[in-house]
């Protein structure tokens, strides 16, 4: 997946809108309208850096989808990891649906 797909997903991931991320990242929706695009238009590497952060990810991942973790995961997190591998699919998804829950109460 390219930027623009990993901005779509991480949209959808935080539950913003368009408009809430410009809000709170600086940058004017109608640009963001223009990375979210068929064309998919690349943002300058001072924008992309304020998406990123606003949305809670590295600009690596926007672009390729992938991280380099140089900050090692939390125990809490591996053990995270490691039930959900061992979930069947729906549970797994109902997993993933119940911590995005619990960050929206934070």
């Known amino acids: 997946m390219g930027f623009k797909e990993n901005l779509k997903s991480e949209l959808s991931f935080n539950g913003m809108l368009v408009k809430e991320l410009a809000a709170r990242s600086g940058v004017n929706k109608y640009s963001l309208d223009n990375y979210l695009n068929a064309r998919g238009q690349l943002p300058s590497v001072e924008v992309a850096v304020r998406i990123a ?18 900050t090692p995961l939390s ?13 069947d699919d729906k549970n797994r998804q109902f997993a993933v649906d119940f911590i995005k829950w619990l960050k929206t109460r934070q």
Not at 63 to 70: A, C, D, F, R, S
Not at 75 to 87: H, K, P, Y
């Open 53 to 70: 952060n606003t949305l809670g990810v590295s600009v690596e991942y926007l672009v390729t989808g992938k991280e380099t973790h140089n």
């Open 75 to 87: 125990d809490e997190a591996r053990t995270i990891g490691r039930i959900a591998d061992q979930l």
